[in-house]
């Protein structure tokens, strides 16, 4: 049975243009649809991996403060002004049952990215989350991947 690791840790598939925006620090919340997967915790980390052209492992945020419910109700407290959630952000929530908000907390880009092609050369085959999902010790994405990156990120360039 795999444990989980010391801090809850999250790896998460934003679009580019928004993984942007979070490590601009224009992006102050990340709206996600819910149908019964683990909720994110208030102080979790999020890995991201900016899906699209993109395609890579690019940073890591904390995750605040955490609201969940309806569409309309987690849209009417993160759609003000300073949050970065733009009108577009609507449809992807609208008509599902429950939506969460997570607020960024100290984003931080990592020195360089780690694109698919290198992952796939480390773990064969390996997937990105259509959504995101919790990383476990014993998890090769977290032992091959995560536990590398993450030591190394302030440090020298990362090897694959």
Do not use: C, H
């Amino acid at each position: 049975m795999e444990q989980i690791i010391g801090e809850p840790m999250y790896l998460m598939s934003i679009r580019p243009q928004y993984s942007r925006m979070i490590f601009a620090g224009i992006k102050k919340y990340e709206l996600r649809k819910l149908s019964g997967g683990p909720l994110i915790e208030e102080g979790a980390i999020i890995i991201v991996y900016s899906s699209g052209k993109v395609k890579s492992i690019v940073g890591e945020f904390r995750a605040g403060r955490i609201i969940v419910g309806t569409p309309e109700k987690v849209w009417s407290i993160v759609r003000q002004p300073g949050t970065g959630i733009r009108d577009d952000a609507w449809p992807y929530v609208r008509g599902a049952k429950r939506a969460m908000a997570i607020e960024v907390v100290e984003p931080r880009l990592y020195r360089r990215p780690v694109t698919l092609e290198e992952i796939r050369r480390i773990i064969p085959g390996w997937m990105p989350p259509f959504s995101y999902r919790r990383l476990r010790e014993g998890d090769k994405t977290y032992e091959l991947l995560i536990k590398r990156i993450r030591g190394k990120f302030l440090g020298e360039n990362i090897e694959f």
